[in-house]
Nanobody
């Protein structure tokens, strides 16, 4: 049973930084794709960033390019999202997700497992 547990959300002022972590368990993830999505109140869930576990290839939404960095730690089975220069529009619940394939990681339909989410609030 795959489990994804997010941590690291919180309240931060605009321009600040937060680091989200996703602890993955229950499987060998070397052939998986991992992603971060977010959902703001009244909005659709949207892709933020993805990474291929096998070779570390990364993907970003245009809205976060240059500000967010995704990485994975093979030894700890964790995926991290470093978020810098945060803006009020980054406020959302952030979800970690795992896909059994490493393709089309920008689409939520590619993912099979989801974490419970962690709240990120950026004040102006």
């Amino acid at each position: 049973q795959v489990q994804l547990v997010e941590s690291g959300g919180g309240l931060v002022q605009a321009g600040g930084s937060l680091r989200l972590s996703c602890a993955a368990s229950g499987r060998t993830f070397s052939s998986y794709g991992m992603g971060w999505f977010r959902q703001a109140p009244g909005k659709e869930r949207e892709f933020v960033s993805g990474i291929r576990w096998s070779d570390g290839t990364t993907y970003y939404a245009d809205s976060v390019k240059g500000r967010f960095t995704i990485s994975r730690d093979n030894a700890k089975n964790t995926v991290t999202l470093q978020m810098n220069s945060l803006r009020p529009e980054d406020t959302a619940v952030y979800y970690c997700a795992a896909a059994r394939s490493q393709y089309r990681l920008g689409s939520s339909a590619a993912y099979h497992y989801w974490g419970q989410g962690t709240q990120v609030t950026v004040s102006s």
